[in-house]
Nanobody
């Protein structure tokens, strides 16, 4: 069983930056690929970024490529999402998710564990 707790969301102006954190419980964190997803009001949840268990492989949605960076610190059981040059369309609830696999994936159904989400609001 893995429990995930996100933090770091908030209100930021367009062009600003935020760093989200997700702390995982359980001894298997370093064995799991991790991902970030987001859900904007009135829209379906969508993939943002994913990272392999060792951090050597990452993959991003086209909408955030070049602006967001996913990283992890296995010693701290934490995965991060750094967002720069934020846009109003980045406004959403951001969710951290864990796979029972070391391999990255952009598909929601590949993730077994989910956090409760953290709100990010980007004002224009």
């Amino acid at each position: 069983q893995v429990q995930l707790v996100e933090s770091g969301g908030g209100l930021v102006q367009a062009g600003g930056s935020l760093r989200l954190s997700c702390v995982a419980s359980g001894r298997t964190f370093s064995s799991n690929a991790m991902g970030w997803f987001r859900q904007a009001p009135g829209k379906e949840r969508e993939f943002v970024a994913t990272i392999s268990r060792g951090g050597g492989s990452t993959y991003y949605a086209d909408s955030v490529k070049g602006r967001f960076t996913i990283s992890r610190d296995n010693a701290k059981n934490t995965v991060y999402l750094q967002g720069n040059s934020l846009k109003p369309e980045d406004t959403a609830v951001y969710y951290c998710a864990a796979r029972v696999s070391p391999i990255t994936s952009s598909r929601e159904y590949d993730y077994a564990y989910w956090g409760q989400g953290t709100q990010v609001t980007v004002s224009s």
